[in-house]
């Protein structure tokens, strides 16, 4: 992080000095191995952002499913307008809400499917005895 905020310092320095036009002050080495940092840096942005669009669109896709499915075994008649509506907002919130709506949406499918999950995990805590295979 010190060498972060370090680096911002020099850019901030070079461009001080460029904007009073005092180039013969300006460290070109430094500059150039400021610059190739500033690219090594915006390709794992870049790497970074495209992994996050692809994680948070798998979210927004289980989301999804989950209300849909929840939905569709209501016992009160869904609303399908308001839940496109809510499913299409999804796409502009951000992390943190994402990630709470998840966890209460999956709460909900669980709750709404409750043998399924009941079935999974019914032979998950037994010991299991291998005699027969000896």
Do not use: C, G, W
């Amino acid at each position: 992080m010190e060498a972060i905020k370090k680096d911002i310092e020099d850019l901030l320095l070079v461009q001080e000095q460029l904007k009073s036009e005092q180039l013969e002050k300006i460290d070109f080495d430094n500059l150039i191995k400021q610059l190739e940092k500033t690219k090594s840096l915006y390709e794992n942005y870049l790497l970074l952002n495209s992994e996050f669009k692809i994680l948070k669109e798998n979210v927004i896709h289980k989301i999804t499913i989950m209300r849909k499915a929840t939905e569709a075994v209501s016992k009160k008649r869904p609303n399908i307008k308001e839940l496109e509506t809510e499913l299409a907002e999804l796409a502009s919130v951000n992390s943190l809400k994402l990630l709470q709506i998840f966890e209460k949406t999956e709460t909900k499918y669980h709750s709404a499917f409750p043998s399924t999950f009941q079935v999974a995990n019914y032979n998950r805590n037994k010991t299991k005895d291998y005699k027969s295979y000896k």
